[in-house]
């Protein structure tokens, strides 16, 4: 199967022709979450609460779980439309499914339901996965090459991409800029001059949250200049990424709330965010004091639910959470040492 971009996936979606399994792929967070939710304009409004379903599958952590997981996917995945001509299926998260530990027989079983799935299609349904990255060389990703449309959301690897990301986006609004904006832009979202052995790159978030403050600027002009850029630029991207939480496992609350502010107007998606402060409460949080384990998991679902429902503003739920924990960490290490 072919390998697209997301703009001719959104081609697709907007001539009501699509594929029935689509894998998207890349660290742009933002583009991959905005073209699944865009998968969701295939069924009219009014019926969507019936027919498009999105499921995480992040906390597929063992072979049970991985067994009732992929059997939920199925069961939604068969189910009939209601009143409309498709279902869409949408799987978050989807590298935890894709490519999960074989550690028991659940999840051998479940690895073979999903590649059933896979292999015939239902053609009443559009099933898209979303993943941040998936093993090349497995036999999961080698059956979705063959099965689905693999949509390229990545990320820019140095300056030069950085730049080439930027006019694109730019002409697509109809508008022309400066190369000295987009590199302007470019360099201060983080990129190097040249892609790193390590992997690391900028920050494709951050990067376009600047063209899209940017375009809001010059409105109205036909060119962008290098003067528009530094006018709406931002401070420098974020040199330590795990500076948040540092400061919550150091219970220091301003320091952390400073640090999500940061986060949050560099572009960072408060899913992102999120998934950070998952890791820190999985991995640290355990060893403060079993007593701040709890409340602080339970604290984590209840945000992890407010967002995914939009019960509130996202900045407003995070900054929370953040103050909880840090009160958490503090608790922690007065007991520990009073």
Same mark, same amino acid.
């Given at each position: 199967?072919?390998?697209?971009?997301?703009?001719?996936?959104?081609?697709?979606?907007?001539?009501?022709?699509?594929?029935?399994?689509?894998?998207?792929?890349?660290?742009?967070?933002?583009?991959?979450?905005?073209?699944?939710?865009? !998968?969701?304009?295939?069924?009219?409004?009014?019926?969507?609460?019936?027919?498009?379903?999105?499921?995480?599958?992040?906390?597929?952590?063992?072979?049970?779980?991985? @067994?009732?997981?992929?059997?939920?996917?199925?069961?939604?995945?068969?189910?009939?439309?209601?009143?409309?001509?498709?279902?869409?299926?949408?799987?978050?998260?989807?590298?935890?499914?894709?490519?999960?530990?074989?550690?028991?027989?659940?999840?051998?079983?479940?690895?073979?339901?999903?590649?059933?799935?896979?292999?015939? &299609?239902?053609?009443?349904?559009?099933?898209?996965?979303?993943?941040?990255?998936?093993?090349?060389?497995?036999?999961?990703?080698?059956?979705?090459?063959?099965?689905?449309?693999?949509?390229?959301?990545?990320?820019?690897?140095?300056?030069?991409?950085?730049?080439?990301?930027?006019?694109?986006?730019?002409?697509?609004?109809?508008?022309?800029?400066? &190369?000295?904006?987009?590199?302007?832009?470019?360099?201060?979202?983080? !990129?190097?001059?040249?892609?790193?052995?390590?992997?690391?790159?900028?920050?494709?978030?951050?990067?376009?949250?600047?063209?899209?403050?940017?375009?809001?600027?010059?409105?109205?002009?036909?060119?962008?200049?290098?003067?528009?850029?530094?006018?709406?630029?931002? &401070?420098?991207?974020?040199?330590?990424?795990?500076?948040?939480?540092?400061?919550?496992?150091?219970?220091?609350?301003?320091?952390?709330?400073?640090?999500?502010?940061?986060?949050?107007?560099?572009?960072? &998606?408060?899913?992102?965010?999120?998934?950070?402060?998952?890791?820190?409460?999985?991995?640290? !949080?355990?060893?403060?004091?079993?007593?701040?384990?709890?409340?602080?998991?339970?604290?984590? !679902?209840?945000?992890? @639910?407010?967002?995914?429902?939009?019960?509130?503003?996202?900045?407003?739920?995070?900054?929370?959470?953040?103050?909880?924990?840090?009160?958490?960490?503090?608790?922690?290490?007065?007991?520990?040492?009073?």
């Amino acid at each position: 199967m072919p390998v697209l971009a997301a703009g001719a996936v959104r081609k697709q979606i907007q001539s009501g022709n699509t594929d029935p399994l689509y894998l998207l792929l890349g660290e742009d967070e933002v583009e991959k979450l905005a073209l699944a939710s865009e !998968f969701a304009e295939l069924v009219d409004e009014g019926l969507r609460a019936f027919n498009v379903e999105r499921i995480h599958a992040g906390d597929l952590t063992t072979g049970d779980k991985l @067994l009732d997981g992929v059997a939920s996917i199925v069961a939604s995945v068969k189910t009939l439309p209601l009143m409309a001509p498709r279902r869409v299926v949408s799987v978050l998260e989807a590298e935890a499914l894709l490519a999960p530990k074989r550690e028991s027989d659940a999840a051998t079983r479940a690895l073979e339901q999903l590649e059933a799935l896979l292999k015939t &299609p239902e053609p009443q349904t559009t099933l898209v996965f979303v993943a941040t990255a998936v093993d090349k060389r497995g036999r999961m990703f080698k059956l979705l090459q063959r099965q689905a449309t693999i949509v390229d959301c990545g990320s820019p690897e140095d300056l030069a991409a950085a730049e080439r990301w930027v006019r694109a986006k730019v002409a697509a609004a109809g508008v022309e800029i400066d &190369p000295a904006a987009a590199r302007a832009l470019s360099v201060r979202a983080g !990129f190097p001059e040249r892609a790193r052995n390590d992997g690391e790159t900028g920050d494709v978030s951050r990067l376009r949250g600047e063209v899209d403050r940017l375009l809001l600027y010059a409105l109205g002009q036909k060119k962008i200049t290098v003067e528009d850029a530094r006018a709406i630029a931002g &401070p420098a991207a974020l040199q330590d990424q795990w500076a948040m939480t540092n400061a919550i496992e150091r219970g220091q609350t301003g320091d952390a709330l400073r640090q999500l502010a940061l986060m949050l107007d560099a572009g960072s &998606p408060p899913e992102l965010i999120l998934g950070q402060i998952g890791w820190l409460v999985r991995t640290k !949080f355990a060893a403060l004091a079993p007593a701040v384990l709890r409340p602080a998991v339970e604290s984590l !679902f209840r945000t992890d @639910l407010d967002l995914k429902r939009s019960a509130g503003d996202p900045r407003v739920l995070l900054e929370r959470l953040v103050v909880e924990l840090c009160a958490g960490s503090r608790s922690a290490k007065a007991s520990r040492y009073g």
